[in-house]
C-alpha cells in the first residue's frame, strides 16, 4: 500500500494511491516502473493507442481488419496483475456529442472497443473521459448501453471538480517561496478545464447520471483543481458515487523546502477523501524543484531508502498524500467496531416478513447478525446478542442514572431521604440494565427504592431473576413476568422509567407502550423520559439509493431503514417532526401526527439531489438530562456529526460521525430523487398514522417536483400493537 498502515485496521480502499500515465505499449515496464521505482498501487492507463482512429483504418484485402492497437496483448500481465493494478483509460479524444459524424462514429466505436477489451482483462474499473460539453445525451446513451450488458467493472466518469461562480475560492498561495511562473501555471491549467465545463460541473454529472438510471455500476472521478468551489458545493459530493480524486500536480504548492504541498483547504478535502474511502491518483509531470540532496539518498514515507536513479519523478507527491494519510485521527474503538455497519441498510422486523433479508446487493455475504434490526416491541421477544449490544452503551445508561438521580432528589427531601420510599417501576425492564442504573442513582443520593421490574420477554425474566439473586437485590426488586398492558399494578408509582426509545424517537411504539403503562403512575409521577422529539434532514445518498433500488420494487422504497450513515451529502439542518410527552394525562390524546417541513438549502451549495431523509430523535430525559443522536444536540460521545447548522456546514463537512450502536440513524427513501435549485425550498410532509392493529409512517415531497405518498395506508411498513 503506497499510503502506508495505520495501525492495522484500515481496511478501506482509500489506503491505496495510482497515478495516471500516458500511453506506453509496454505495459510489463510502465506497471514495473510505476509500482517498484514510484511506490503506486496501481497506474490508470491508456489502453489504446491515442492515434487509433476507426476510420482511418485500412481494411484488408480479404475482408478482416488490423489488429487493434492496444497496450499489449492480455499475456504481458497475469490476470491478477490486470485486475488489481490496472485501471483503464479510455481515449480522451472521444466526443460522441461531435458534430462532426465521423468524429462521433469513431467515438461509439472506439469507446465500445475499449471497454470491450476492459472487460476481457478483468479490470476493476475504467475512467471514461469528460464530456466535452453541456450536452452529453449520445455520450450517456451508449455508456448506459453498455452498463446493461457490463459484468462487474465499474466506469468512473472524469469530472472536474468546478463551479464557475462567486462561491469559487482561489487558492491563493502563502507561501514565500512561490514563483509568479507557477502562479501562472496553476491558472493556465485552471482555463483549459474550466473552458470545457462552465457553470457547475455537478450539473454535468448529474445530467449524465440520469440519462444512465442512476446505474450501481456508474461512479465519479473527481478532479481536483487549484481553485476549489465553496465548502458547501464540496459537501455535495460526499454522497455521490465518487471513487477517485485525480490531483493534477499542478494544483500543489511549494513549501520552503521546495517540496509539494497542498494549501489548508486542499488538505481538508483530500483528508476527508480518504475517510470516505476515494482513492487518490496523482496526475501530471513534474512540477517542484525537489531539492537534490533528497534525490541522492532519498527516504520515501515507509522509511526505506530509494536510490536516486530509480525514483519517480511523482514519488514526491505520493509522499505527500501519504503523510497527510498518516496524519489524520485514528479512529476511536467504537468506530472500528462500527466500519462494517456503514451505509448498509438494515431492514425494519416487519409483522410479515417475506421480503426483508440482507439489502446489500455487493455484500450479500455478510452475516444476518451483522445487521440492527428496527424491532416490534409489542410482538417480539429480543434475542439474548440484541440485548448484550444494547447494554453495552454505557454512556445511555449513565444518562439514565443521571435523571434517575436527579428526580429522586426532586422527589423526596432530604430530611425524609431515610424515612421515605420511592416506589420505581422499570417497564421493559429487559436483563436489568435500568433497574441496576436505578439502584446506583438511589445509593449516590442516599434515597431509598421500592423496584417493580416489568418485562414480557420470558427469556430475560430467567436473566433477571438470577441477577437479583445475585446482586442481593430480592428485598427491593420485585419482577413482574408480564406484558405491561396486562398488568395489574399493586400499587402506583412515583417513577416509571423505560428505554423503549427508536431511532426516530417514536418508530418502536413508546407512546403506546408507556401510554398502557400510565396508569401505574400517580398524578404526580415522573415518567423517564418526559418527552422526545423526531428530527429528519435532506441527504443525498446514492449508494443507499442504489441499494434500495436494486430490489426493483415499491415496497423497498417504502420502507424506513437504520442506518449508519457516513457517505451521505447532509444538505440542510435538521428539523423537529414529531414530540411526544409523558405523562400525557389528556382525555383527547391522540399519537397521530402530521407535519409539513420547509427546507432552505444554502445558496452557495448550487443544485443537489436529493435520495431521501435522515432521521434523528432527542428524548428530555428529566428536566437537563437528555439523550438524543440528532446532530446539533446530540449527546457527548455518542454521536457528532456536521450540518447542524450552515456555520457547522462551512467549517465541518468532513468531519466524522460519531454513534451508540443502539441508535444509528433512520433512512426515509424516494423512489424518484428529487433535484432541488439554488434558491427553490424543499417542502415535505410526515405523517403518522394508527390503526387497531398497527402504526405506520407516510411521506413525501410536495416541492419543488410533488412526488407520490409513499407507503399509503402502511401497504409496505409497519409497527404492529
Given at each position: 500500500m503506497a499510503l502506508g498502515e495505520r495501525g492495522g485496521w484500515d481496511k478501506s480502499e482509500s489506503r491505496y494511491c495510482g497515478v495516471e500515465t500516458d500511453f506506453n505499449d509496454d505495459m510489463p515496464h510502465l506497471l514495473s516502473f510505476n509500482l517498484s521505482s514510484g511506490g503506486f498501487d496501481f497506474v490508470v492507463a491508456s489502453l489504446m493507442d491515442p492515434n487509433y482512429r476507426p476510420s482511418l483504418m485500412e481494411k484488408d484485402i480479404g475482408g478482416g481488419s488490423h489488429v487493434l492497437p492496444f497496450a499489449g496483448s492480455d499475456l504481458v500481465l497475469s490476470p491478477s496483475q490486470w485486475s488489481s493494478h490496472v485501471v483503464g483509460k479510455i481515449s480522451s479524444w472521444i466526443d460522441l456529442d461531435s458534430e462532426d459524424e465521423i468524429l462521433r462514429t469513431d467515438s461509439e466505436t472506439t469507446l465500445k472497443q475499449e471497454i470491450s477489451w476492459a472487460s476481457h482483462l478483468s479490470l476493476q474499473a475504467c475512467l471514461l473521459p469528460s464530456p466535452k460539453g453541456a450536452s452529453c445525451a449520445n455520450y450517456a446513451r451508449c455508456v448506459n448501453q453498455i452498463l446493461q450488458s457490463l459484468n462487474n467493472m465499474q466506469l468512473w466518469l472524469r469530472i472536474p471538480l468546478v463551479k464557475n461562480d462567486d462561491d469559487t475560492t482561489d487558492f491563493i498561495p502563502s507561501v514565500s517561496t512561490v514563483t509568479y511562473a507557477q502562479i501562472l501555471s496553476w491558472r493556465i491549467f485552471s482555463i483549459h478545464v474550466y473552458s470545457r465545463v462552465r457553470g457547475d460541473s455537478w450539473e454535468l454529472w448529474n445530467s449524465f447520471r440520469l440519462l444512465c438510471e442512476h446505474h450501481s455500476q456508474l461512479s465519479v472521478a473527481l478532479d481536483v483543481l487549484s481553485s476549489l468551489p465553496s465548502a458547501n458545493s464540496l459537501g455535495r459530493w460526499l454522497g455521490e458515487p465518487v471513487r477517485a480524486a485525480i490531483i493534477h500536480t499542478d494544483s500543489f504548492l511549494t513549501n520552503a523546502r521546495g517540496y509539494p504541498c497542498l494549501s489548508r483547504r486542499h488538505q481538508?478535502?483530500?483528508?476527508?477523501?480518504l475517510n470516505h474511502s476515494i482513492q487518490v491518483v496523482i496526475s501530471g509531470k513534474?512540477?517542484?524543484?525537489?531539492?537534490?540532496?533528497?534525490?541522492?539518498?532519498?527516504?520515501?514515507?515507509?522509511?526505506?531508502?530509494?536510490?536516486?536513479?530509480?525514483?519517480?519523478?511523482?514519488?514526491?507527491?505520493?509522499?505527500?498524500?501519504?503523510?497527510?494519510?498518516?496524519?489524520?485521527?485514528?479512529l476511536p474503538e467504537q468506530e472500528r467496531f462500527e466500519l462494517s455497519y456503514r451505509d448498509f441498510l438494515q431492514s425494519p422486523l416487519q409483522g410479515h416478513n417475506p421480503l426483508f433479508h440482507i439489502i446489500s446487493d455487493e455484500f450479500c455475504t455478510i452475516e444476518f447478525s451483522n445487521y440492527y434490526l428496527s424491532f416490534q416491541p409489542l410482538m417480539d421477544n429480543l434475542e439474548a446478542q440484541t440485548y448484550e449490544t444494547f447494554e453495552k452503551d454505557s454512556v445511555k445508561y449513565i444518562q439514565y442514572q443521571r435523571a434517575i438521580g436527579n428526580a429522586?432528589?426532586?422527589?423526596?427531601?432530604?430530611?425524609?431521604?431515610?424515612?421515605?420510599?420511592?416506589?420505581?417501576?422499570?417497564?421493559?425492564?429487559g436483563r436489568g440494565p435500568l433497574v441496576r442504573a436505578s439502584l446506583q442513582a438511589a445509593e449516590e443520593t442516599g434515597r431509598k427504592l421500592k423496584i417493580y421490574a416489568v418485562e414480557k420477554n420470558p427469556n430475560a425474566v430467567v436473566t433477571l431473576h438470577s441477577l437479583v439473586r445475585l446482586e442481593g437485590w430480592e428485598k427491593t426488586v420485585t419482577i413482574v413476568s408480564c406484558d405491561m398492558r396486562c398488568w395489574d399494578a399493586p400499587e402506583k408509582a412515583d417513577i416509571l422509567v423505560s428505554e423503549l426509545l427508536g431511532s426516530f424517537g417514536d418508530n418502536e411504539l413508546s407512546p403506546e407502550c408507556l401510554d398502557g403503562a400510565q396508569r401505574f403512575l400517580k398524578q404526580d409521577g415522573i415518567s423517564i423520559p418526559s418527552s422526545y422529539t423526531s428530527f429528519i434532514q435532506p441527504v443525498t445518498a446514492s449508494k443507499l439509493h442504489n441499494d434500495v433500488k436494486s430490489h426493483k420494487d415499491v415496497v423497498h422504497f417504502e420502507t424506513a431503514y437504520v442506518v449508519k450513515v457516513h457517505s451521505v451529502a447532509r444538505l440542510a439542518p435538521c428539523e423537529p417532526v414529531f414530540t411526544f410527552t409523558h405523562p400525557n394525562f389528556s382525555t383527547k390524546k391522540s399519537n397521530q401526527r402530521y407535519k409539513k417541513l420547509r427546507f432552505e438549502i444554502p445558496s452557495d451549495t448550487g443544485s443537489a439531489m436529493v435520495h431521501g431523509f435522515a432521521g434523528y430523535f432527542d428524548a428530555m430525559l428529566y428536566k437537563d438530562v437528555h439523550l438524543g443522536i440528532e446532530p446539533s444536540t446530540a449527546t457527548p460521545n455518542m454521536?457528532?456529526?456536521?450540518?447542524?447548522?450552515?456555520?457547522?456546514?462551512?467549517?465541518?463537512?468532513?468531519?466524522?460521525?460519531?454513534?451508540?450502536?443502539?441508535?444509528?440513524?433512520?433512512?426515509?427513501?424516494?423512489?424518484?430523487?428529487?433535484?432541488?435549485?439554488?434558491?427553490?425550498?424543499?417542502?415535505v410532509h410526515f405523517w403518522r398514522c394508527c390503526g387497531s392493529t398497527k402504526v405506520w409512517y407516510e411521506w413525501c415531497v410536495a416541492s419543488p417536483n410533488p412526488s407520490p405518498v409513499h407507503n399509503s395506508n402502511g401497504r409496505s411498513y409497519w409497527v404492529g400493537l
Amino acid at each position: 500500500m503506497a499510503l502506508g498502515e495505520r495501525g492495522g485496521w484500515d481496511k478501506s480502499e482509500s489506503r491505496y494511491c495510482g497515478v495516471e500515465t500516458d500511453f506506453n505499449d509496454d505495459m510489463p515496464h510502465l506497471l514495473s516502473f510505476n509500482l517498484s521505482s514510484g511506490g503506486f498501487d496501481f497506474v490508470v492507463a491508456s489502453l489504446m493507442d491515442p492515434n487509433y482512429r476507426p476510420s482511418l483504418m485500412e481494411k484488408d484485402i480479404g475482408g478482416g481488419s488490423h489488429v487493434l492497437p492496444f497496450a499489449g496483448s492480455d499475456l504481458v500481465l497475469s490476470p491478477s496483475q490486470w485486475s488489481s493494478h490496472v485501471v483503464g483509460k479510455i481515449s480522451s479524444w472521444i466526443d460522441l456529442d461531435s458534430e462532426d459524424e465521423i468524429l462521433r462514429t469513431d467515438s461509439e466505436t472506439t469507446l465500445k472497443q475499449e471497454i470491450s477489451w476492459a472487460s476481457h482483462l478483468s479490470l476493476q474499473a475504467c475512467l471514461l473521459p469528460s464530456p466535452k460539453g453541456a450536452s452529453c445525451a449520445n455520450y450517456a446513451r451508449c455508456v448506459n448501453q453498455i452498463l446493461q450488458s457490463l459484468n462487474n467493472m465499474q466506469l468512473w466518469l472524469r469530472i472536474p471538480l468546478v463551479k464557475n461562480d462567486d462561491d469559487t475560492t482561489d487558492f491563493i498561495p502563502s507561501v514565500s517561496t512561490v514563483t509568479y511562473a507557477q502562479i501562472l501555471s496553476w491558472r493556465i491549467f485552471s482555463i483549459h478545464v474550466y473552458s470545457r465545463v462552465r457553470g457547475d460541473s455537478w450539473e454535468l454529472w448529474n445530467s449524465f447520471r440520469l440519462l444512465c438510471e442512476h446505474h450501481s455500476q456508474l461512479s465519479v472521478a473527481l478532479d481536483v483543481l487549484s481553485s476549489l468551489p465553496s465548502a458547501n458545493s464540496l459537501g455535495r459530493w460526499l454522497g455521490e458515487p465518487v471513487r477517485a480524486a485525480i490531483i493534477h500536480t499542478d494544483s500543489f504548492l511549494t513549501n520552503a523546502r521546495g517540496y509539494p504541498c497542498l494549501s489548508r483547504r486542499h488538505q481538508k478535502l483530500i483528508t476527508g477523501f480518504l475517510n470516505h474511502s476515494i482513492q487518490v491518483v496523482i496526475s501530471g509531470k513534474l512540477n517542484h524543484g525537489v531539492p537534490s540532496v533528497s534525490l541522492d539518498s532519498a527516504l520515501d514515507h515507509t522509511g526505506t531508502n530509494v536510490e536516486s536513479s530509480q525514483r519517480h519523478s511523482l514519488r514526491p507527491y505520493l509522499d505527500y498524500i501519504a503523510y497527510l494519510y498518516q496524519r489524520m485521527d485514528p479512529l476511536p474503538e467504537q468506530e472500528r467496531f462500527e466500519l462494517s455497519y456503514r451505509d448498509f441498510l438494515q431492514s425494519p422486523l416487519q409483522g410479515h416478513n417475506p421480503l426483508f433479508h440482507i439489502i446489500s446487493d455487493e455484500f450479500c455475504t455478510i452475516e444476518f447478525s451483522n445487521y440492527y434490526l428496527s424491532f416490534q416491541p409489542l410482538m417480539d421477544n429480543l434475542e439474548a446478542q440484541t440485548y448484550e449490544t444494547f447494554e453495552k452503551d454505557s454512556v445511555k445508561y449513565i444518562q439514565y442514572q443521571r435523571a434517575i438521580g436527579n428526580a429522586l432528589v426532586d422527589r423526596v427531601p432530604d430530611e425524609e431521604a431515610s424515612s421515605l420510599t420511592t416506589v420505581l417501576m422499570v417497564v421493559g425492564a429487559g436483563r436489568g440494565p435500568l433497574v441496576r442504573a436505578s439502584l446506583q442513582a438511589a445509593e449516590e443520593t442516599g434515597r431509598k427504592l421500592k423496584i417493580y421490574a416489568v418485562e414480557k420477554n420470558p427469556n430475560a425474566v430467567v436473566t433477571l431473576h438470577s441477577l437479583v439473586r445475585l446482586e442481593g437485590w430480592e428485598k427491593t426488586v420485585t419482577i413482574v413476568s408480564c406484558d405491561m398492558r396486562c398488568w395489574d399494578a399493586p400499587e402506583k408509582a412515583d417513577i416509571l422509567v423505560s428505554e423503549l426509545l427508536g431511532s426516530f424517537g417514536d418508530n418502536e411504539l413508546s407512546p403506546e407502550c408507556l401510554d398502557g403503562a400510565q396508569r401505574f403512575l400517580k398524578q404526580d409521577g415522573i415518567s423517564i423520559p418526559s418527552s422526545y422529539t423526531s428530527f429528519i434532514q435532506p441527504v443525498t445518498a446514492s449508494k443507499l439509493h442504489n441499494d434500495v433500488k436494486s430490489h426493483k420494487d415499491v415496497v423497498h422504497f417504502e420502507t424506513a431503514y437504520v442506518v449508519k450513515v457516513h457517505s451521505v451529502a447532509r444538505l440542510a439542518p435538521c428539523e423537529p417532526v414529531f414530540t411526544f410527552t409523558h405523562p400525557n394525562f389528556s382525555t383527547k390524546k391522540s399519537n397521530q401526527r402530521y407535519k409539513k417541513l420547509r427546507f432552505e438549502i444554502p445558496s452557495d451549495t448550487g443544485s443537489a439531489m436529493v435520495h431521501g431523509f435522515a432521521g434523528y430523535f432527542d428524548a428530555m430525559l428529566y428536566k437537563d438530562v437528555h439523550l438524543g443522536i440528532e446532530p446539533s444536540t446530540a449527546t457527548p460521545n455518542m454521536f457528532s456529526c456536521c450540518a447542524s447548522s450552515s456555520v457547522c456546514f462551512v467549517e465541518s463537512y468532513f468531519d466524522t460521525g460519531l454513534q451508540i450502536p443502539a441508535w444509528f440513524a433512520i433512512f426515509f427513501p424516494l423512489r424518484t430523487p428529487v433535484c432541488i435549485r439554488p434558491g427553490s425550498p424543499l417542502e415535505v410532509h410526515f405523517w403518522r398514522c394508527c390503526g387497531s392493529t398497527k402504526v405506520w409512517y407516510e411521506w413525501c415531497v410536495a416541492s419543488p417536483n410533488p412526488s407520490p405518498v409513499h407507503n399509503s395506508n402502511g401497504r409496505s411498513y409497519w409497527v404492529g400493537l
